[in-house]
């Protein structure tokens, strides 16, 4: 039996047809790597080198071996590395689960980032509520999850704050407040809403609902959908205005317009949070919450910290 040392040694010697000088490369003294190769040949059954004091060649078989032996060891080096990647969590599968809207704002960036540097991982992504998500997680159908806190009973998670997301308003086209570039949460108190639901959303909708208590009215919801594309088609039909996240915005809805709100001069904002079960095997989710940790840096606000989870 050959072993990957006599290939190396082997390779060495074919490529500067000289034993000294392979020896110097391998580090070792030329005695033992004459007697190495000596051995390989006996092994193999036939002569790989033909060598005299003045000079080393390959024999015609030699010239197979090489171009063999080379893609042994080349392989060999590619099943080390896939060990050691597997072993780091740079191999495998990373169920991603996130609110609608991050995708359309957030999670693109850390998508490309997360497969530049680990092409080798394949991702499954799908778009959920925040509610279903953490029933997912905690179920083992998901990994990680991007969701919109309060979390419920979080002993069992590991929840990261990832940034901070810009609330606008989305009005008709031919609505009153349509030309104006920013507005006081306050002016909204007269009109008719379109929301999210509250209970697939509690986070989301808990947001809008306390601001506006705090701006002195609560939101008259004439119309609910749990989807956002939905909620903008709703307004674009001037069933009422809607709160959304500024990444809507990036959508394009005819007869609709966007406009920043303000409570007591800040821009209206809501936290999305990384939840991950705390007992997970699988090293990918660490992986990728630095990824995300990088690729949001700068990019979203954060300002100061805010509550994540909440007793049932």
Do not use: W
Request: glycine content about 6%.
């Amino acid at each position: 039996m050959t072993d990957l040392r006599q290939f190396q040694q082997f390779v060495a010697v074919a490529e500067l047809l000289s034993f000294r000088r392979a020896a110097e490369a391998l580090h070792m003294s030329q005695p033992p790597l004459t007697v190495a190769i000596k051995k390989l040949e006996e092994t193999i059954g036939t002569e790989l080198l033909e060598r005299n004091r003045h000079m080393v060649r390959l024999t015609p078989a030699g010239e197979v071996f090489l171009v063999e032996a080379r893609r042994t060891i080349a392989q060999a080096e590619i099943a080390v590395e896939s060990a050691r990647r597997a072993a780091s969590g740079m191999f495998g599968t990373l169920r991603l689960s996130f609110v609608p809207s991050a995708a359309l704002d957030v999670l693109p960036d850390i998508l490309r980032r997360f497969q530049q540097e680990y092409p080798a991982v394949k991702l499954i992504l799908t778009g959920e509520s925040s509610g279903k998500q953490l029933e997912l997680l905690r179920r083992g159908d998901t990994d990680v999850a991007i969701v919109v806190p309060p979390v419920y009973e979080p002993k069992d998670l590991s929840l990261d704050i990832l940034c901070e997301e810009t609330l606008v308003v989305a009005v008709p086209a031919a609505h009153a407040l349509a030309r104006r570039k920013r507005l006081r949460l306050e002016e909204l108190k007269a009109e008719a809403f379109v929301a999210f639901p509250f209970a697939e959303g509690p986070g989301y909708s808990g947001v809008i609902l306390a601001a506006c208590q705090r701006a002195g009215f609560f939101p008259r919801v004439v119309q609910e959908a749990s989807q956002m594309q939905t909620i903008i088609t709703l307004v674009a039909g001037n069933l009422g205005i809607a709160i959304v996240p500024r990444a809507m915005t990036r959508v394009q809805a005819l007869g609709v317009v966007y406009i920043d709100v303000t409570e007591s001069r800040s821009s209206l904002r809501y936290p999305l949070v990384m939840a991950s079960l705390t007992n997970t095997e699988n090293a990918l989710v660490g992986a990728f919450g630095a990824v995300a940790k990088r690729s949001l840096a700068g990019e979203c606000s954060l300002h100061a910290p805010m509550a994540v989870s909440s007793a049932a």
